[in-house]
Structures are given as structure tokens and as C-alpha cells.
């Protein structure tokens, strides 16, 4: 395969990142360990180098290893840790009570590594997350050498500003992206005039959940848990993804290809993030580049405007 990843700031100040990222949430502990690492491997070697991998041992869902394996693959692969860039998640359930610090330390010794490049704060939950302080403790992982730089999960507007304010005046140059779920079927918070205050401001955009947990790429039936559905329209997505396989044929390409794609059109893209379990899965979502070349952003998103099933759905502004 000859397509060339681009590299570009993951955020106005952060990393420089592929803009292809690989995420870890149920897909090495469902593999073969030499087939992840195989995969691991090629992936490197095609030129991505960001890669997610998160504790995901959340009450009421099964424990998840991934982060624990990648550790493992990095070392069977013969990766060396300035080849690539690990961001990890931090969740806000219980904070301040569950700290960052120990959470961060956990994900370090778990993945094998003694600092994460990028850390992502997951969803807030509830108002009483005291911005400040949270901008405050993330000022001082930075200063220790423990993070490098933070984006969001689902965070609205109104709050990514707010903890932006709160972080520069500790002299942190605050969020770098905005993690959001973005696919040709999610698209009004991504897409909508309150976010485009941010990429304006230079934050970037990663895309998470491109395939619905697979439904877009034609698994209607998931077998493995996948994210919430923010104004339930769930039914509609699995609608969707037979015209969105249509459309994909039509293109002589797959719908998960199609779909990356459709992420890659955004103009504030930093990072389309996806989870693979398979070689093949990888190097199609790679000619994802090819297929915007060939056959343009703007048509891609003419072709999958019908789709779009969260229109006047969700808050434009994010939740």
C-alpha cells in the first residue's frame, strides 16, 4: 500500500499525531496475541503512531485487558516507545474522591509505560466536577512529566471553554481536541455552529465511534458491548447502514472504508480513532485517504447527508 498517512497537531499546541489512530476497547483481548501483534506492527510501519488505550474496567461491563496486552504487542513487535504516542483515558466518576494521579499511575503500570503522551477526560457526569480544580490537577500532571497534553470526551461547548479559561490562567495550554462521537449518522454536535467556536479557537476534532460499534461497517447484530446513544437513535443508525452500504457499493468500496472517509471530509479533523481486529480491517481503513482523493470531501458528504440520524436529535452544543 502506498497511501502515506498525513501527520498534523493533534490541537493548536499538541503532538504531532497520524490522523489515523487506533483504539484498544475490546479489541486485543479478542484476538490472536501474534495476530495483534502482527497488526500492531504493520500499523507502525504504515505511519500511524497514535494509539488509545485506556482502563476500561467500568461497573457492570466485563473487565477488558487491552491495555495490559498492548503493553505486551508493543514489546513482541519491537516497537520502541518514541515510535509512537499513547494517550490514555481519565474518568471524572467519583473525582475528586478517586484522584487523577492514582488513576493516571494505574494506566501507566498497566500499559507499561512511564508517562502518556495524551490523556483524554472522559464524560462528565455530573455538576459537581469543580472545573478549577480539575484544570489545576491536570496543570500538575503536565508539570511532572506524566501527561503531555489533554483533550476531552463529550464535553459541551459552555464547559470545554470554561475548563480552557481555567487552565490557561494556571499557565496549561488547556484541551487540545474534543473527542466526539462522529460518523455519517452522529454529525450535529461535530458539524454544528457551537463547535465551530472551537475549531476556530484551534481545537481539534478526534472522531471516536465511527462505526456504531460495528453496525456501519454491517454487523446489525454487535456481539461485544459498544457506547451510549445520545438521543436514542440507535434504530435509525441500524436503518441506516443499509443505504450507507449502498452507497459503498456503489463506490466499489466497504462501508467501514466509506465511513472513515466521511470523518476525514471534517475540516477541523485532527484524528479519526477506530478499533480493528484484523489486518485486512486495518489496511481499509488506511485507503479511506485514497478514496477522499478519488473521490472528494465534498461529494462524500453529499452521497451521506441522507443518513444523518441525529439531526434535531441532540444539542448542537454537546451534552
Known sequence: MSTTIPIRRLGGDGPLASVLSLGSWHTYDRMDFGDAVAMLRKAVDLGINLFDVGVYSMPGYPPVFTDVLFSAMVRAAGIKRDEYLLSTKLWLDGYPERPLRAQLENALF????????????GDIRSDRVNLQRLALDLAALEADGL???????NWSTSTILEIRRHAHSGGSPGPQFAQLKYSPCRR??????????LWELG??????????????????????????DPGDVRSKIMESAE???????DLGVTPARLCVAFCLTHPAIA??????????????NVAALELVEKVGAERIRELLDPFWADRDAVAPEGP
Open 243 to 249: 443505504g450507507i452500504a449502498r452507497v459503498a457499493a
Open 110 to 121: 498497566r500499559v507499561g509505560a512511564d508517562r502518556a503522551d495524551v490523556a483524554v477526560l
Open 271 to 284: 484524528s479519526v480513532l477506530f478499533g480493528v481486529t484484523k489486518e485486512e480491517q486495518l489496511l481499509d
Open 203 to 228: 481545537i481539534g476534532l478526534q472522531a471516536s465511534d465511527v462505526m456504531e460499534g460495528g453496525i456501519l461497517a454491517g454487523r446489525l447484530t454487535p456481539t461485544r458491548p459498544i457506547g451510549r
Open 188 to 197: 450535529t454536535i461535530a458539524d454544528g455552529e457551537p463547535f465551530a467556536e
Open 147 to 153: 501527561i503531555g497534553w489533554w483533550g476531552v470526551n
